[in-house]
């Protein structure tokens, strides 16, 4: 580690006082500071003049000082002078994406409308001859009021040393990641940044749609044109300026098709005076692969609710890529978070949840006989905003095939009286069915029983069984899916098996 390069109480370029040291990693200090003449906190980043980086990363910042597009953090000075390379930014209170995104995936129209304030910042930014080139949930802060900024523009790429081939490709990719990750939770290149790993379809990343329910079909469609270079549907978006223009077109504007006005969601907030937090917890920047000016002052209105109901955080930071600590987070759960239990007398206790040790597709009347493999295990993660998916149907699915289901395994025969699932959508027709003294699941349909059944079922539903049986296998049989004709889709979000 390098030496602390400068002390509190310093002043720099005769007006910014330090402060406060928030964090020092890989050679690189982040102080608090005050600007004495305007009586503002500023943020500092130091570095050693003697730093490989120290000149790049200044030259970046002056680049990024020009950027005109209000939602990108100022750039107030850069420069190296003596022995201390320093930066110098606005201080924005308020959360990255990455502290939301610990407390799962935003609800859907606050995701497309934070991609679209990204994209349309970064489209500015590419006309005006700038790149970021390391877009990622700890380089967005969202303030109270649902404002966002963009933090580490040219400047993070230049601490890696990171570049690509294509900028405005990589900077596309880098938006539509920061959606896809808003939308289900999930990253879509492994565990990083504190989320669990998007699932695989057929080794293809899965479409959102795929993880979560609910995700309308046009901010589906342009994730996977924007990550995907041969998208099964349209052309890829290869630029911001695409990006943006198809957001536009997906994502409503302010206070049009129920989306609510900035206003009607503001509420006063307690002022925070001091950092509660120093620097986020970030990984190193993943590899890198080989618009129009406009105001940002829409802001993201439904994150404004979700900061506020949060709490503000107020973040010493703006190169915080350049401070990589922690890892991924633990790859999600497989297996159902409930337990079984056994009254005194060692027998199941009546209504107890029994463990589920894992989750399969079932589609036997299909060839090949799958039906979104890679997507099982989202039915018993114990959280209900992911969820097994059927694929579309663009014919009348009854007329099509008999069913499409997902069998759960419990490791065991146990006594079963119900079972509680919650479905993807409202209207689907549900069977439950199991399969007593079997030790593998039946090859075909006709080897199961029917235990119950539910028609036209919401979102939520509780199947009692006719009479309890004992069986290691139960399946959620789905003989009618929710949706138009052409439209069909159904599928499993969680699943919970009681005796």
């Known amino acids: 580690m390098q030496p602390q390069t400068v002390e509190p109480g310093a002043l720099l370029a005769g007006r910014y006082r330090v402060e406060e040291l928030l964090d020092e990693v890989v050679g690189a200090q982040a102080w608090r500071a005050v600007d004495e003449i305007l009586r503002r906190p500023v ?140 939308l289900t939770g999930r990253w879509p290149h492994g565990a990083a940044y504190g989320l669990p790993a998007a699932p695989q379809v057929d080794g293809r990343l899965a479409a959102p749609r795929q993880v979560r329910a609910g995700v309308p079909r046009a901010l589906d469609d342009v994730v996977v044109r924007s990550l995907d270079d041969h998208p099964r549907h349209g052309q890829p978006l290869t630029t911001p300026a695409e990006l943006a223009a198809a957001l536009a077109a997906a994502v409503p504007p302010p206070g049009r098709r129920g989306v609510p006005h900035p206003v009607l969601i503001r509420r006063p907030v307690e002022p925070v005076t001091e950092p509660t937090a120093a620097l986020p917890r970030m990984l190193p920047p993943p590899a890198t692969g080989g618009g129009t000016h406009r105001r940002g002052t829409r802001g993201v209105w439904v994150l404004a609710g979700l900061l506020l109901v949060a709490g503000v955080t107020l973040l010493g930071w703006q190169l915080v890529n350049a401070f990589p600590g922690g890892v991924g987070a633990d790859p999600p759960q497989t297996t159902s978070p409930s337990t079984s239990s056994t009254g005194p007398s060692g027998q199941p206790t009546p209504g107890a949840p029994i463990d589920i040790v894992g989750a399969t597709d079932y589609d036997p009347l299909a060839d090949p006989p799958r039906e979104n493999p890679g997507l099982a295990s989202l039915a018993v993660d114990g959280d209900t905003a992911t969820a097994w998916t059927t694929s579309t149907y663009y014919v009348e699915f009854a007329d099509y095939k008999d069913g499409v289901g997902l069998a759960v395994d419990l490791g065991s025969p146990q006594p079963v009286a119900e079972v509680g699932v919650d479905l993807v959508g409202s209207g689907s027709d549900v069977e439950v069915r199991v399969v007593p003294g079997a030790v593998a699941l039946p090859a075909d349909i006709d080897g199961w029983e029917v235990a119950g059944s539910a028609e036209d079922a919401g979102e939520r539903v509780d199947v009692p069984l006719t009479s309890p049986v004992t069986t290691r296998y139960v399946l959620i049989w789905l003989t009618d899916l929710p949706g138009p004709v052409g439209e069909q889709q159904g599928g499993v979000a969680e699943v919970e098996v009681r005796t």
């Open 43 to 182: 943020l500092v980043h130091t570095m050693p003049a003697t730093d490989p980086r120290a000149a790049p990363v200044t030259r970046a910042a002056r680049a990024a000082a020009a950027a005109r597009d209000p939602r990108f953090l100022r750039v107030l000075d850069a420069t190296v002078t003596g022995d201390v390379a320093y930066v110098i930014r606005e201080y924005v209170p308020g959360r990255t994406l990455t502290s939301l995104l610990t407390e799962g995936a935003l609800p859907v129209e606050a995701a497309g409308a934070l991609a679209r304030e990204l994209a349309e910042a970064v489209a500015s930014a590419h006309a005006e001859g700038l790149a970021h080139l390391e877009l990622l949930p700890g380089t967005v802060i969202l303030a109270p009021d649902g404002t966002v900024k963009v933090a580490g523009l040219a400047t993070d790429a230049a601490f890696h040393g990171t570049t690509a081939d294509d900028p405005a490709r990589e900077d596309t990719r880098g938006v539509a990641r920061i959606l896809y990750a808003g």
